[in-house]
């Protein structure tokens, strides 16, 4: 199976299990389900549930359930686009080649769908199935872990949240190294990384596995990021789906404006390569991690 073929088989299980989750836009109150699916369903590449369910296939030949598990993650990114786009923050009229969702229903009812998808996100990780756990204990404990995982890589401390904090504040500074790092291990890194670490937990990894992994998602986090920088600069909104050339505009720091298009090129491929090797102790297990990897690095969009 090409790689290719892979996505496209795990994002059609990523949106099989969101539309068994997301109420659907026939509930009461329907203005706000519709929003929810509106930017859920918007056509993104769902990398980081992709990612999840990889790392549990590289800890297990069993990771029976992931889908619902990976989907919290889908639930989080895109909660966060909405609110990231919305007037008081970047003010962006166009999200996944489509307008964005303040544009369409509304700031008041974007706020609020992003919450909903925040809110979902940890009400299906307290009442998924977990097919793989050693029983009712077993499975408690994992859905801890889950939990306590992806509300760190959401909130303000080193996380999602925070970063975005920091990157708001940062607009219009001095573009220097270390502020950018802090932001971006944050702001991107964070949740990526934590679908990697997800994926562990679910499928039961032990400590050098769920090291390795992690040590994976903190390269391959930061290579997402720099690429990112490197798009904006690079491509077309056409091409990205999104506004091009928002970060020169906003006076954000990014890895072009710190380091120059070809030194940020450069990083980025030093991030793929360490992320290589933090998957050594997997051998041919962890074949499509690799194939991710290279993907997030080299791709145009």
Same mark, same amino acid.
């Given at each position: 199976?090409?790689? !290719?073929?892979?996505?496209?088989?795990?994002?059609?299980?990523?949106?099989? !299990? #969101?539309?068994?989750?997301?109420?659907?836009?026939?509930?009461?109150?329907?203005?706000?389900?519709? !929003?929810?699916?509106?930017?859920?369903?918007?056509?993104?590449?769902?990398?980081?549930?992709?990612?999840?369910?990889?790392?549990?296939?590289?800890?297990?030949?069993?990771?029976?359930?992931?889908?619902?598990?990976?989907?919290?993650?889908?639930?989080?990114?895109?909660?966060?686009?909405?609110?990231?786009?919305?007037?008081? #923050?970047?003010?962006?009229? @166009?999200?996944?080649?489509?307008? =964005?969702?303040?544009?369409?229903?509304?700031?008041? %009812?974007?706020?609020?769908?992003?919450?909903? @998808?925040? =809110?979902?996100?940890?009400?299906?990780?307290?009442?998924?199935?977990?097919?793989?756990?050693?029983?009712?204990?077993?499975?408690?404990?994992?859905?801890?872990? @889950?939990?306590?995982?992806?509300?760190?890589?959401?909130? =303000?401390?080193?996380?999602?949240?925070?970063? /975005?904090?920091?990157?708001?504040?940062?607009?219009?500074?001095?573009? /220097?190294?270390?502020?950018?790092? !802090? %932001?971006?291990?944050?702001?991107?890194?964070?949740? #990526?990384?934590?679908? @990697?670490?997800?994926?562990?937990?679910?499928?039961?990894?032990?400590?050098?596995?769920?090291?390795?992994?992690?040590?994976?998602?903190?390269? %391959?986090?930061?290579?997402?990021?720099?690429?990112?920088?490197?798009?904006?600069?690079?491509?077309?909104?056409?091409?990205?789906?999104?506004?091009?050339?928002?970060?020169?505009?906003?006076?954000?720091?990014?890895?072009?404006?710190?380091?120059?298009?070809?030194?940020?090129?450069?990083?980025?491929?030093?991030?793929?390569?360490?992320?290589?090797?933090?998957?050594?102790?997997?051998?041919?297990?962890?074949?499509? #991690?690799?194939?991710?990897?290279?993907?997030?690095?080299?791709?145009?969009?």
């Amino acid at each position: 199976m090409t790689l !290719a073929e892979y996505v496209a088989r795990q994002q059609s299980r990523i949106d099989a !299990a #969101l539309q068994r989750w997301v109420p659907a836009q026939t509930a009461l109150p329907e203005s706000i389900h519709k !929003a929810m699916r509106y930017s859920l369903f918007a056509g993104g590449k769902r990398i980081r549930p992709i990612l999840c369910m990889a790392a549990a296939e590289a800890v297990s030949d069993s990771a029976l359930g992931i889908e619902s598990c990976a989907c919290t993650l889908e639930l989080i990114h895109t909660y966060s686009l909405i609110h990231d786009d919305l007037p008081a #923050l970047d003010n962006d009229d @166009l999200r996944r080649g489509v307008a =964005t969702c303040h544009k369409v229903f509304g700031d008041a %009812i974007a706020i609020l769908a992003g919450d909903a @998808l925040l =809110t979902l996100a940890f009400q299906v990780l307290a009442q998924m199935d977990c097919p793989t756990c050693r029983g009712p204990a077993d499975g408690h404990a994992r859905k801890v872990a @889950l939990i306590a995982e992806l509300a760190a890589a959401a909130g =303000t401390v080193g996380g999602m949240i925070g970063g /975005q904090v920091c990157d708001l504040e940062g607009e219009g500074r001095f573009p /220097q190294a270390a502020l950018l790092e !802090a %932001i971006h291990r944050a702001k991107t890194g964070a949740l #990526l990384r934590a679908s @990697l670490r997800m994926g562990a937990i679910y499928a039961g990894a032990d400590d050098e596995q769920a090291g390795a992994l992690s040590c994976f998602g903190e390269h %391959i986090g930061l290579a997402f990021q720099i690429v990112d920088d490197v798009l904006d600069v690079e491509q077309s909104s056409e091409a990205l789906g999104k506004t091009a050339g928002k970060d020169a505009q906003q006076h954000k720091i990014t890895f072009p404006a710190v380091y120059g298009l070809e030194r940020s090129r450069q990083m980025a491929e030093e991030e793929r390569q360490a992320a290589h090797r933090a998957l050594l102790p997997f051998h041919d297990r962890a074949a499509r #991690l690799r194939e991710l990897a290279d993907f997030i690095v080299q791709r145009r969009a």
